[in-house]
Each structure stands twice: as C-alpha cells, then as structure tokens.
C-alpha cells in the first residue's frame, strides 16, 4: 500500500553511462515532483508534472529528461551521467498544482 | 530569489522536552510554508502546511506558526519521544503551483 514508491533505491553507474529512475504514486494524484538531495541535504525541485503536462522546468541540464506515461508515473532519465550528478533523487506527488505531500523513500545516484 | 534557512543545524534533546525548530526565509511573500520529516533511509512526510493567510496550525503534539512580515516560522514539538528523532525539513511556495523551497533541515535527537 505504498503511496509513493520509486526504483532502484540505490543505483551506481559510470560516468558517460545512461540510467533512468521510475517512480509511481497509487493516491490518485494529480501533480508528481523531482527533487534532488545534495550532500548538502538541500532539497532542490527539478520538475513538476500536472497530469502529464510540465509546469515546473527549473534549471536543470538538459541531459534529464522527465517522462510521465500517464499521471500516476513519472519518470527520470539521465543521459550521459556525470560526477556531480551523484545524489539522492526524490519523487513526490500531490493534489492539482498543489505543494508535494508525499515523498518516496529516494533514489540515491552514485557516480563514479 | 528565495532563501531558506533553518536553526540549530542539530539539537540533541532528553526525552519529555519540549522543543522549538526554527525556520526563516527572506522573502516574505509565500503562499504557504510546509513542515516535512525525514527519515534515513526513507521519503519525506508532510507534516504540517500553513497557507499564507494562517498563522498556525496543528496536529497533535506539533503546532507551527508563520509570521510572514518577519520571515519566520517556528515548529514547536511538545513533549519530544525518541520516535520523532528524525531531521525536520521546512519548505516554502511563492505560488499556486509553484515550487518549494527547501531549508537544509535540523537534525533532531531525542534521547531515551
């Protein structure tokens, strides 16, 4: 009965390689989020999906490209990955427009 | 641009204390502000959410109030059990749909 859940939950890869990470909310959601986590911890959103369509695109390197086959899915795809793309990944979602309520348990990205 | 900050970094309280988290940000015309935990390992969760308009809300032992004029809010947790050791994520929007903002998080433990 997970709300939200995203896979792998841990993903290394090389540099150069391509990966993507899968996320799926079960709530009925309309809006679906990315985060990135820093070694920092500071969360920062990559993008926000409405019903399949982006209405949050913040500046992000275009070798990600979210893809949202219908609105309980929306998934990352990372091309050509790097050193600093190292990360954990977060996936959210919750009501139309509305701010994130519920968050999966992370992706974390290592690099290497 | 918005900034998120929060203090102390980390508090290392006994068990029974009540506490207070603090959570500012410099621009002080949000549309709401959101209270997440996280857990290792694990999603965030929402805590609590105050719309612009309010000044507090609550849910159990958690009240969190906004000033808005000063670009403060305050998580107040009364008395703490080492269940809510976790660090403790403050988020604010500028707008309907928008993205939040993410403070860097206080890193609570609550000792037994």
């Known amino acids: 009965d997970t709300a939200v859940s995203q896979t792998p939950k841990y993903l290394v890869t090389q540099m150069g390689n391509d990966k993507s990470i899968k996320c799926e909310q079960n709530?009925?959601?309309?809006?679906m989020y990315w985060y990135k986590q820093d070694s920092k911890k500071f969360l920062k959103i990559m993008f926000s999906y409405n019903n399949k369509e982006l209405i949050i695109n913040e500046t992000v390197p275009n070798r990600f490209s979210p893809k949202s086959p219908d609105k309980a899915h929306l998934n990352l795809h990372i091309n050509s990955l790097e050193l600093g793309d190292s990360a954990v990944y977060f996936c959210a979602s919750g009501a139309y427009a509305g701010p994130p309520q519920y968050f999966g348990p992370g992706t974390r990205l290592t690099v290497t | 641009k918005q900034e998120v900050t929060q203090i102390p970094a980390a508090l290392s309280v006994p068990e029974g204390e009540n506490l207070v988290l603090n959570c500012s940000f410099t621009?002080?015309?949000?549309?709401?502000l959101q209270w997440f935990r996280q857990d290792p390992g694990k999603g965030l969760t929402s805590l609590l959410l105050?719309?612009?308009?309010?000044r507090e809300q609550t849910s159990g032992r958690l009240n969190a109030s906004l000033d808005k004029s000063s670009g403060r809010s305050t998580l107040y947790i009364a008395a703490s059990q080492p269940g809510d050791s976790a660090t403790y994520l403050c988020a604010v929007s500028s707008g309907y749909g928008q993205n939040f903002v993410f403070g860097p998080g206080t890193r609570l433990s609550v000792l037994p």
């Open positions: 709530l009925g959601h309309d809006t």
């Open positions: 105050i719309q612009s308009s309010q």
């Open positions: 621009d002080s015309a949000i549309y709401n």
